[in-house]
């Protein structure tokens, strides 16, 4: 069992984004984002969402000996072509590019397909992907 812990992910995994020009917000992020602006939100953001699974690498006694991980980033934006700008982004930062979390290396995230862009009722477009990986 990896002894990374799922904030230390968050971290890296929005280190990244930022690098890339990206914005990402978790939930509670977001509610206080719209607490403190009167309720609105940036233009173009991505909503992260992090969750645990249990399906690593099966050890010789049937343990696991991986954490695996699944990553959903909802691109949202004012337009399509800006989710579409996120999207690669988000891609390019983290598809196939390992993590590294206090001082323990993933395996490159794997990205799983996508939903097309739908326009929510606040007036943005927004996409979903998911990346996998283990540590």
Same mark, same amino acid.
């Given at each position: 069992?990896?002894?990374?812990?799922?904030?230390?992910?968050? !971290?890296?995994v929005?280190?990244?984004? %930022?690098?890339?020009? @990206?914005?990402? *917000?978790?939930?509670?992020?977001? +509610?206080? $984002?719209?607490?403190?602006?009167?309720g609105?939100?940036?233009?173009?953001?991505?909503?992260?969402?992090?969750?645990?699974?249990?399906?690593?690498?099966?050890?010789?006694?049937?343990?696991?000996?991986?954490?695996?991980?699944?990553? !959903?980033v909802?691109?949202?934006?004012? %337009?399509?072509?800006? @989710?579409q700008? *996120?999207?690669?982004?988000?891609? +390019?930062? $983290?598809?196939?590019?390992?993590?590294t979390?206090?001082?323990?290396?993933?395996?490159?995230?794997?990205?799983?397909?996508?939903?097309?862009?739908?326009?929510?009722?606040?007036?943005?477009?927004?996409?979903?992907?998911?990346?996998?990986?283990?540590?």
């Amino acid at each position: 069992m990896s002894a990374v812990t799922e904030p230390g992910i968050i !971290a890296a995994v929005r280190a990244r984004l %930022t690098a890339a020009d @990206v914005d990402g *917000y978790e939930l509670d992020d977001l +509610d206080l $984002l719209r607490k403190d602006s009167d309720g609105a939100l940036p233009d173009e953001y991505v909503e992260l969402h992090l969750a645990f699974e249990a399906n690593g690498e099966a050890t010789l006694d049937g343990t696991s000996d991986l954490d695996g991980y699944v990553l !959903a980033v909802r691109s949202c934006a004012r %337009t399509i072509g800006n @989710v579409q700008v *996120y999207r690669r982004r988000v891609r +390019d930062a $983290l598809y196939g590019r390992a993590l590294t979390v206090e001082g323990e290396t993933s395996t490159p995230p794997q990205r799983n397909p996508g939903d097309m862009a739908e326009q929510d009722d606040d007036g943005y477009f927004a996409a979903l992907d998911e990346f996998t990986f283990t540590f």
